[in-house]
Structures are given as structure tokens and as C-alpha cells.
């Protein structure tokens, strides 16, 4: 199936939006883009290689990477023709809850059907695909190898002859192209270059404040390895996690992603600077001591495809846009630039898909109206907070566990630590409420969903039940 489908509002927001990178974010904000705009232009500072590996300006796609059941079912509602392609290509795909082997939170997530979907592949694999059926839409062209060195604005006349930006009153129309200097002029430009984007420094060019920032030190460190995984292996799991059992006296976990071409992408997470060796029998000997050597057991006897690649991730990263009251018309801010999640618990993409998903009914909204209004960035950065927020007090909780964590703790913290520790307990033995527990964090349902007084008073008398071995697939629900 094509992707060349044309949107009956097309043209209706304007000639030409812009956006500014085009890793997953940027690709997904292109295609809700393409919807209301004549043409899409996305500007890509790297140029992504013909072949499937990682690139420069995605470092982390050397290491494991999914794509959460909230984000799949983002992508293949854009792109219904993936799905096919992503399977053709090696991709594994299920019920997230059957496939995957997972010790999170104190316990082994029980394998039951939950009605989720995802896929398990590499993060390569899962952009280039993206990509492929991105580029294929008509009114979309992707400029590679091109870099974007600030926006080019006009001035509002609301405020009459010679008011400056700070007044409030600047547009964003177009970009300025570093290599070239040449100015691209657009009716919307969408910043999605990561979390090194430079827009808040062009913000304060512009003369607006930039936002607000928010960190949370966790000094995780990555060491992976890529593995042949062994013919004729009978598993049932497609990804097999471990993440750290008694917080905070464990600080290392990881897990084994079964990737395309017959391979396993294993990655060894350390946190506060607990890193893992990068020769093969250090990496092996730190599996060998978590207190599930269950990922050991699966490699021990195998041999690396290459040198191990490694990854710090020093702190989460919030910009808090929906604090800014100023904001100039015709840019928004997506994806990681918004904010960068701790990579241990995979939202990071699923947050950026479900920042794009409500950019398209902010757009949408506008689409009736005829036009995009002035407040538009501030009721979309407003409207993100409920899956920004979601993600980021939902994992720091357990983060903020290690009293080495460093910045600020959700509100509430003492009891939102007691509850996530009674959740988890209570989904290791009741598994309607396991399915729903997952679904919040897989960005599928609100976190108002399991506050629910009948989950609220089978979790507070909860008790971890003790448990030593992962439970096989496909226990049917209780
Ligand atoms: C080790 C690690 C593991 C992770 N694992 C997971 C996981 O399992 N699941 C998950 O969902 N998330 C994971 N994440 C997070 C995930 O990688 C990010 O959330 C995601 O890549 C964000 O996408 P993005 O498009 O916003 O930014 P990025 O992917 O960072 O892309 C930004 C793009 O903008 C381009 N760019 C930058 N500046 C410019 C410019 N001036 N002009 C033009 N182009 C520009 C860059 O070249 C790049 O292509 C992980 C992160 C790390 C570090």
C-alpha cells in the first residue's frame, strides 16, 4: 500500500511548513504536516546511510531500542502500510505482555494477553522504515545533509510600526540554512532537532525567555554488544529485561532485544557511573551477578559480532514551554527538545509520537477555524504536558529511589513511591490489574486509570509475592 494519499485539508493551514530534523519525532510531525500544509520540507543535518545501522546524529540507535504500545499504535495509525514492511524486514512483532520477559519494578511482569501490540527491532530498522513511508508521501520532500543555523522571523503590526519580538509580536517564517546561509521561508516550522536543539538560544535571538529547565541526574551508562543469536533457539520472548531488583542497593540491569538478521542487540545499564565492562568477559561476568542471571544464561556461550559500543546518559532534560507566556506565532517544539526521558524505560518516542498525535488535533481545531491562531504553541505545549508529565514523574519515581539521584522529586513523591511499590506488587498477582498498569505505562491509557478505588484497595493491601523464575508465556487472564 502507498502512503501517497492526499488529505482533504491539504493547503488549508498554509503553503509550506518546515521541519527541523528528521529522526522519528521530525518524521511523524512531517506526516501530520502534510495534512493541512501544500508542501512539507524536513531539514536533516545527518545523511542517513542506504543500509540499516545507526548514524551519527542518532547515537543511541546503537543500543536497544522499543517502540512502546502507545507509539506503535501512533505509527501505524500514520502509516498503515508499515506494518507489512517492519514484518518483510525482520521485524518481531506481539502482544507486548506475552513476548516480553520482563523483571521490572521488584517482580516478573505476568505474561498475559493484553490486547497491546508492539514490535521488537532496531532502532535503525524502525527510522528507516519510518522514513521510507515519510518520503513517500507526495507534498513531503526530506533534505539531508542539511543543517539549520536559526528561524527567520517577521514582526506582527499588533503593536504597531517598530515594536520589537520581545513585544510578543514575532512570526517565525522560515529558517536560515547553515551551509548555505540561504533562507527558507515557511507558513510553521516545527523544531524537532533533539535534545540538543539550539531553540532556545534562537528563542533568546528572537528577544523571548528561554524555558525553563529540569534535570534529573541518574548517570546511566549503556555497554552493548551485538550477538548471533543461536540456530534453532527455542524462546519464548522476543525481549528479555532486567531491570535493577532492590533499589537502591541495585544499580545494574539490562536486557536482550532480538533484532532483525537473526541477532541479539544486548545491552548492559548502569546507574550513577555503575558501569559495565566493554570486553566480552566482563560484560558476561556482570550479567552472571544480577540477581536473575537469566540473560546471562542466554548468551554465555556466545561470542560478540563486533567491539562494544557504549552510551552515557547523564540526566534527564526538561524545557518547560508551557511555563513561557510569550511565544512567537508559526513554531512549535517537539520530541526529545522538549524533553529527553531516562532511556531505561523506553518511553522517549512514544512521548514524541504522542506529542505529534496532539499536534494534529491542535491542527485540526485550526483547520475548522480557517487559520492558526495566536496562542496556538502555548495550548499545544500545554496540551503535551499530560503525556510528558505521565512519563517523566511516573519513571523518576523509581529513579529518585537511589538517594545518588539528583534534582528536583514529583510532588507527592513519598506517596507516589509507596503506591508505584504497592502497583507493582499488586500486578504480580491480579492480572486485569497488571494489563491496566501496563497500559498506563505504555502510554495506551492516563494514569487516572488505575486510581481507581477497586485497584486502590486490593494495591494497599498488597504483598510482593516471592518469586524466582520468569513465568512462561501465555498464562490466560485471572
Ligand atoms: C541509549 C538510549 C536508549 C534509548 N532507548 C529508547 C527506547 O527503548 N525507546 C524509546 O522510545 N526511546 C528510547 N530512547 C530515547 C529516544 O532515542 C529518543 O526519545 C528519540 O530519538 C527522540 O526523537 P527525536 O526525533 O525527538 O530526536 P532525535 O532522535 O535525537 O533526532 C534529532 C534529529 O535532529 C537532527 N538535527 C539536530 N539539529 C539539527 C539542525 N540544526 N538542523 C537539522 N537537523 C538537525 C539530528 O541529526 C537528528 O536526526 C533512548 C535513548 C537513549 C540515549
Redesign the pocket.
Known amino acids: 500500500m502507498s502512503e501517497n494519499r492526499e488529505s482533504n485539508k491539504q493547503g488549508i493551514l498554509g503553503e509550506h511548513a518546515i521541519v527541523?530534523?528528521?529522526?522519528?519525532?521530525?518524521?511523524l510531525t512531517a506526516r501530520v504536516l502534510s495534512d493541512y500544509f501544500e508542501k512539507v520540507t524536513i531539514?536533516?543535518?545527518?545523511t542517513?546511510p542506504d543500509e540499516v545501522v545507526p548514524?551519527?546524529?542518532?547515537?543511541?540507535?546503537?543500543?536497544?531500542?522499543?517502540?512502546?504500545s502507545g507509539?506503535t499504535a501512533v505509527v501505524r495509525k500514520y502509516f498503515p502500510a508499515i506494518h507489512e514492511d517492519l514484518l518483510t524486514a525482520g521485524a518481531e512483532y506481539g502482544d507486548p505482555m506475552i513476548t516480553n520477559r520482563l523483571f521490572v519494578g521488584g517482580r516478573w511482569s505476568p505474561r498475559v494477553a493484553s490486547g497491546m501490540e508492539s514490535y521488537v527491532m532496531s532502532?535503525p530498522l524502525l527510522?528507516a522504515m519510518v522514513r521510507k513511508h515519510t518520503v513517500a508521501i507526495a507534498n513531503i520532500e526530506l533534505r539531508v545533509a542539511?543543517?539549520?543555523?536559526g528561524y527567520t522571523h517577521s514582526t506582527r503590526d499588533a503593536h504597531g510600526a517598530g515594536s520589537t519580538a520581545s513585544e510578543s509580536n514575532a512570526v517565525v517564517n522560515g529558517v536560515t540554512l547553515?551551509q548555505t546561509g540561504e533562507t527558507i521561508s515557511a507558513d510553521f516550522v516545527a523544531d524537532?532537532?533533539?535534545?540538543?536543539?539550539?531553540a532556545t538560544k534562537w528563542l533568546e535571538q528572537l528577544g523571548y525567555q528561554a524555558p525553563q529547565r529540569g534535570t534529573i541526574g541518574i548517570d546511566?551508562g549503556?555497554v552493548t554488544f551485538e550477538v548471533a543469536e543461536p540456530p534453532g533457539n527455542q524462546r519464548d520472548w522476543n525481549i528479555l529485561y532486567t531491570i535493577q531488583e532492590n533499589i537502591p542497593r541495585d544499580t545494574r540491569g539490562g536486557g536482550i532485544f532480538c533484532i532483525e538478521g537473526g541477532r541479539y542487540l544486548v545491552?548492559a545499564q548502569g546507574y550513577h557511573k555503575d558501569y559495565a565492562p566493554t570486553d566480552w568477559p566482563g560484560f558476561l561476568t556482570y550479567f552472571k551477578d544480577l540477581p536473575y542471571p537469566d540473560i546471562y544464561e542466554e548468551i554465555k556461550d556466545l561470542q560478540p559480532l563486533g567491539e562494544a559500543r557504549e552510551?552515557r546518559?547523564a540526566a534527564y532534560l526538561r524545557r518547560y514551554y508551557e511555563r513561557l507566556t510569550e511565544f512567537p506565532k508559526g513554531l512549535v517544539v517537539?520530541?526529545?527538545?522538549i524533553c529527553?526521558?531516562n532511556?531505561?524505560?523506553?518511553?522517549?518516542?512514544?512521548?514524541?509520537a504522542k506529542e505529534v498525535e496532539h499536534l494534529d488535533q491542535c491542527l485540526l481545531q485550526c483547520a475548522e477555524a480557517g487559520e492558526i491562531h495566536d496562542k496556538f504553541a502555548q495550548d499545544f505545549f500545554k496540551g503535551a504536558t499530560r503525556f510528558v508529565d505521565a512519563a517523566w514523574d511516573g519513571v523518576s519515581v523509581e529513579d529518585f529511589r537511589y538517594p545518588q539521584t539528583r534534582g528536583q522529586r514529583p510532588k507527592g513523591f513519598g506517596l507516589a513511591k509507596w503506591l508505584n511499590r504497592k502497583f507493582f506488587a499488586l500486578s504480580a498477582i491480579d492480572h486485569e490489574f497488571a494489563v491496566a498498569f501496563a497500559k498506563v505505562f505504555n502510554l495506551i491509557e492516563p494514569p487516572e486509570s488505575v486510581l481507581k478505588p477497586k485497584y486502590l484497595l486490593k494495591a494497599a493491601f498488597a504483598k510482593m509475592p516471592v518469586c524466582d523464575k520468569s513465568p512462561p508465556a501465555n498464562i490466560e487472564p485471572n
Open positions: 527541523i530534523g528528521g529522526s522519528m519525532a521530525g518524521l531539514f536533516e543535518a545527518d542517513p548514524r551519527k546524529g542518532v547515537p543511541q540507535g546503537n543500543h536497544i531500542h522499543t517502540l512502546l507509539g532502532r527510522e542539511t543543517s539549520v543555523s547553515e524537532v532537532s533533539g535534545r540538543n536543539s539550539s546511566v549503556y545491552s552510551y546518559y517537539l520530541g526529545d527538545a529527553s526521558l532511556p531505561v524505560f523506553g518511553q522517549g518516542m512514544t512521548v514524541a
